[in-house]
């Protein structure tokens, strides 16, 4: 038998939406100043129902600052997901931090963005002290991996609550092969779940590619960014948000 699912997601199993406000740093960090500031994401995303904020702040300071996390931590209540490198330095500043949950994510200082999973089985020993510290701290910790048995295994071993698969394979796939991908997360959030950790996703998801992903019953949480602030520009993001909202919850 499936035990339950040990979840944020609450009594009714509704498919969390957290929104990533990276990119609205990224567009005020262009020039340098305070506009946009992510924390008026952050209060939108709040009034418009959204589940969570999730910030990835980078070793290069690329989008979110470190000022930028106590200003989101203040100006809403909602949960703070911070992703963060598997280094001495992040792993302080979540300490002091404290954020709702943590995502170990692996981060390459030339890449665009994150591109693959994080390593969970082959960086074990690397994991082990943060990952245990961060739950010591009352952190939900979360790694962000492919969807594959051996990197499920992993995280097992390190008795993490949460793990996050890497949709980007399945949103840049086309015709079979995203069909295979979809599986792929389909088994391995099934497996994830029947093991007591809660599987969330998220990377690339827009409106065309996410009710395939939201339909998965086992996932708890999807964490979109880059699509949602882009079609912001465009509509608003209280509208993005309510739209993408729309579309996650007639997918299930
Ligand atoms: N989840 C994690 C762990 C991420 O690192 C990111 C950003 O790369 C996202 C979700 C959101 O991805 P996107 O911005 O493509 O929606």
Redesign the pocket.
Known sequence: MTPPIPSDAGPTGKLRL?V?I??VATIRNARGGDHPDPVRAAEIVAAVGGDGI?A?LREDRRHIRDDDLARIQTATDLPLNL?MAATDEMLEIALRHKPHAA?I?PEKREER??EGGLDAAGQHNRLVPIVSRLLDAGIRVSL?IAPEVRQIEAAMRLKVPVV?F?T?EY?HATGEDCAAELKRIADMAALAARNGIEPHA????TYENVQPIAAIPQLAEL??????VGEALFVGLEAAVRHMRELMDAAR
């Open positions: 957290g990533n990276d990119h999730t990835h992703e995502c994510v963005t994150t962000f996050e890497h980007g949103a998220g990377h690339g998801l964490n979109i960014g880059h699509y949602l």
